[in-house]
C-alpha cells in the first residue's frame, strides 16, 4: 500500500519533481491534519503555477509559433525575438508545472523537492544544469552517471586508456564517457528524435570543455 501511494502521488506524476522515496516517504505516510497556513500557502503557489502556465506560456506560444512557422518573413530581429520568446515559454510552462505540484502537495500538507532555482541567473551551462530540473540531473548522476563510472567496463577503459594514452587521459575518459552517456539519455528523455539527441550531447560537450578549461 504504501509503494503504491508513493508511485501514485497524483500530483507530480505529469512533470515531476521526481522525488525520491526517502525524501517524500515521511510527509506522505505520517498522519496529517488540516493546516490552514500551509492551505493558503499551497493555493498561492497553485494560483503562480496556473499565472506562468496559462497567461504567459500559453499566451507567449502564440507569437513562438508565428516566428518558427514562416522563417522567411520573420528573420533577423524576429528570429532573436522568438529565441527570447522560446525560452520565457518553456520556463514559465514547466516551472509553472512544478508550482502546480507543490503548491497542491503543500495544501495536503505533504512536502515535495523543488526543482527550479533561477536558472536563467546561472553563471556557466553547468550551472545552469544544476538549477534547471534539478530533481531529473540528481537522478542521472546517482543512478547511471555514478554506477556507470565504475562499472567493470569503464574501469577496465580506463586501465587500457592509462596504458595506452598516459595517466592524465585515463583517468579522464571513463568520467567523459559516462557524462557523455547521461547527456544523451537527457536528450532521449526530452524526446525521442535525433535532434534532442543531439542537443542533449551538445550541452554535455560543451560542459566538458568548459570544465577543460578551467584547468588550463
Known amino acids: 500500500g504504501k509503494f503504491a501511494l508513493y508511485v501514485s502521488f497524483f500530483p507530480q506524476l505529469v512533470q515531476g519533481p521526481i522525488s525520491r522515496f526517502d525524501n ?16 493558503i500557502r499551497g493555493s498561492y503557489r497553485l494560483l503562480w503555477g496556473y499565472l506562468k502556465k496559462m497567461v504567459v506560456a500559453d499566451r507567449i506560444s502564440t507569437a513562438v509559433l508565428t516566428i518558427i512557422s514562416d522563417a522567411d518573413t520573420y528573420n533577423g530581429a524576429f528570429a532573436l525575438l522568438g529565441i527570447v520568446f522560446y525560452a520565457i515559454q518553456i520556463y514559465a510552462d514547466f516551472s509553472g508545472g512544478i508550482d502546480i505540484t507543490i503548491g497542491i502537495s503543500e495544501m495536503l500538507g505533504i512536502k515535495v523537492e523543488e526543482n527550479f532555482v533561477r536558472p536563467y541567473f546561472s553563471k556557466s551551462i553547468k550551472e545552469y544544469w544544476r ?86
Open 24 to 39: 517524500i516517504s515521511q510527509s506522505l505516510f505520517e498522519l496529517h491534519t488540516y493546516n490552514h497556513k500551509g492551505f
Open 131 to 216: 538549477r534547471w530540473h534539478i530533481t531529473m540531473g540528481l537522478w542521472f548522476k546517482d543512478y547511471v552517471f555514478y554506477p556507470l563510472s565504475v562499472s567493470t567496463p569503464m574501469l577496465k577503459l580506463s586501465k587500457f586508456s592509462r596504458k595506452h594514452f598516459g595517466k592524465k587521459i585515463g583517468k579522464r575518459i571513463p568520467v567523459y564517457a559516462s557524462a557523455l552517456t547521461v547527456w544523451f539519455l537527457t536528450g532521449l528523455w526530452h524526446g525521442a528524435g535525433w535532434n534532442f539527441i543531439v542537443w542533449g550531447l551538445l550541452n554535455g560537450v560543451a560542459i566538458l570543455i568548459s570544465d577543460e578549461l578551467k584547468n588550463v
